[in-house]
């Protein structure tokens, strides 16, 4: 028996299949038993997942000084919030009022100390000035609430633990990335700047 043969017998026994095919425009398709010819066209999809549940409620942490994620950055939001200031940590977004945009990767080799430098004034201005302030990143989680910890440590002279457990009171979600957090610690409340 020959190898061409062999192969022939072997394809023989595998059991057909279906396989769903996406191409980049977001078209689906099934082929049929390994048929390029033989398939079922199904509804479109998109290559990426789509947020259906955005997260555009800013929380109140202290006295004019919201945090979120960068869903709350809607013109809308802000709007019904009456935020006159937005700190976005390293998420450009556009709006109408009073904004600062600080680069900063969410990884916990990121030098904090800079960031909050450029930060906690920016804050600290809006607040002074009783006016609504917000901080956002992107999902709102670790690089809001390593700003938001650090400007309460700063400004309301707040131990870490006791500046965590507030933010974290008011916004559940919220967790420092390890590197973040072991940054804050080694900060002493009314020095971080």
Known sequence: ?????????????????????????????????????????????????????????????????????????????????NIKHVLSLGVNVYVNVNHKYIDCLDLPETDIKCVLREGIPFIKEAVDKKENILIHCNAGVSRTSMMAIGYLMHCENMQFEDAYILVKEKRPAVQPNDGFRKQLMTLNPGQVI
Do not use: W
Not at 4 to 27: A, F, H, N, R, W
């Open 1 to 81: 028996m020959s190898f061409l043969s062999e192969l022939v017998k072997k394809k023989e026994k595998l059991k057909v299949t279906d396989t769903v095919v996406t191409k980049i425009d977001g078209q689906r398709y099934v082929e049929r038993g390994g048929d390029a010819k033989n398939v079922e066209k199904l509804t479109p999809c998109y290559g990426f997942v789509v947020d259906t549940k955005p997260d555009n409620v800013p929380v109140l942490v202290v006295d004019n000084l919201y945090i979120g994620s960068q869903d709350c950055a809607s013109d809308s939001v802000i709007d019904v919030n």
